[in-house]
């Protein structure tokens, strides 16, 4: 039994961390394409919002979904609609056909990469959670900071599209070693309610304060995928391949997860939460003082530390709560739905912040919040 366990833990991180690397090829790219299509700043803070809108909708659904039916074949589901959005991505040219492939994508990405950490966690016992976890985070992360140098090298050295076209062969590649015929259950549609998801979530209190933190640290994620890179091309006056250089420093930490997942047993994992919020935070605020991309590099990777102790601890505290009430997907996924809300309504805002101020500006503000996110999660998660 251990060994069968130890076999399905070794081969969801895989599906896991191949995913990332797939997916991740684009993330230097996406946005420098999309501008280059003719949306403006604000445009593409519209476009991108509809990422985290949609994940707020249907991951509470897609968790419950893989609670009451076969993990494999929801994981199977979302890869075959994140091919959809890739092919959308290279194919689309118009707003609508753009905003679709977002949808797509958001609830492909939320489908493969949320219950993969949630088939993973099956299989782990609760006091090496953090361990074990941080050890699947870490392999999903080499791909997923490797892969953006690679994605940017593929569209300097050949095209802008070239990414889109490999991760869509290698996304068909990992659809096809896992598919094997799986027969889809029935399920009760009374079961998908995702309010009752989210009202379930909010009903712990460790919980609540988790879902403060993460609106407030996904508030910054449209500034480093959305204008991260254009901050580097147009304002730094550097290539694409920078940008794969950048998120290479700010995911390099993100490798020794399995570390922070020791030291998230033997603390407390609320403790470190919080401390990789406020190092994230600091970060972000040398961030807006860049001036050369070596400073720029230093402070992404300050940022890194960060968020590396607060990724892997915060989906171990979660991850506990959810196994003892056997409803991990399910609190998982809501996680997200909450957590999402801050990255939704910062795509709508940073792009006039961006309009009217600049980039650096938005830097700021985004690290200010996530230390006021510090303050009012702290009483939360105090044990």
Same mark, same amino acid.
């Given at each position: ?23 991740? $090829?684009?993330?230097?790219?996406? *946005?420098?394409? $999309? ?33 009451? %039916? ?37 609830? *492909? *990405?939320? %489908? ?29 992360? $080499? ?137 994230? *935070? ?8 860049? %001036? ?47 957590? %999402? ?43």
């Amino acid at each position: 039994m251990i060994i069968m366990q130890f076999k399905e833990y070794i081969r969801f991180t895989k599906v896991s961390a191949f995913f990332a690397f797939s997916t991740a $090829l684009l993330s230097p790219v996406l *946005a420098p394409y $999309l501008k280059g299509l003719g949306f403006s700043d604000f445009q593409l803070g519209i476009i991108f919002s509809f990422l985290p809108l949609s994940i707020i909708f249907f991951s509470p659904v897609v968790g419950k979904l893989s609670d009451v %039916t076969n993990r494999k074949i929801v994981i199977e589901v979302g890869i075959i609609l994140e091919i959809l959005a890739i092919a959308l991505y290279a194919f689309g040219n118009s707003f609508l056909m753009i905003s679709f492939a977002r949808v797509l994508d958001a609830i *492909a *990405a939320t %489908t493969v990469s949320m219950i993969t950490l949630a088939k993973v966690q099956d299989t782990i016992g609760s006091k090496k959670r953090g361990e074990y976890t941080g050890w699947t985070e870490s392999l999903n992360y $080499l791909g997923g900071f490797v892969a953006p140098v690679i994605g940017a090298i593929l569209a300097d050295r050949f095209f802008i599209k070239a990414p889109f076209f490999v991760s869509i062969t290698l996304l068909s590649i990992l659809f096809f070693s896992l598919f094997k015929g799986d027969k889809i259950p029935k399920v009760d549609g009374k079961k998908l309610n995702p309010l009752k998801e989210i009202k379930k979530f909010l009903s712990y209190r460790e919980l609540k304060g988790m879902g403060i933190l993460g609106i407030a640290m996904h508030a910054t994620t449209p500034a480093i995928n959305l204008f991260l890179p254009l901050f580097i091309i147009y304002e730094l006056g550097l290539s694409i391949s920078f940008v794969g250089y950048a998120l290479f420093f700010l995911g390099f930490m993100h490798i020794f997860q399995f570390w922070f997942g020791k030291v998230s047993d033997k603390y407390g994992s609320w403790k470190i939460v919080l401390m990789g919020c406020v190092i994230s *935070a600091v970060g972000m605020i040398f961030m807006s003082f860049s %001036t050369s991309f070596a400073l720029l590099a230093l402070f992404l990777f300050i940022r890194g530390i960060g968020n590396s102790m607060w990724n892997v601890s915060a989906w171990a505290l979660m991850s506990d709560i959810g196994e003892k009430r056997k409803r991990e997907g399910g609190i998982i996924t809501s996680y997200l739905s909450i957590a %999402t809300i801050g990255a939704f309504f910062s795509f709508l805002l940073s792009g006039l912040v961006v309009t009217y101020f600049d980039i650096k500006t938005l830097f700021l503000l985004n690290s200010i919040v996530v230390l006021i996110g510090v303050a009012f999660s702290y009483s939360f998660l105090k044990k």
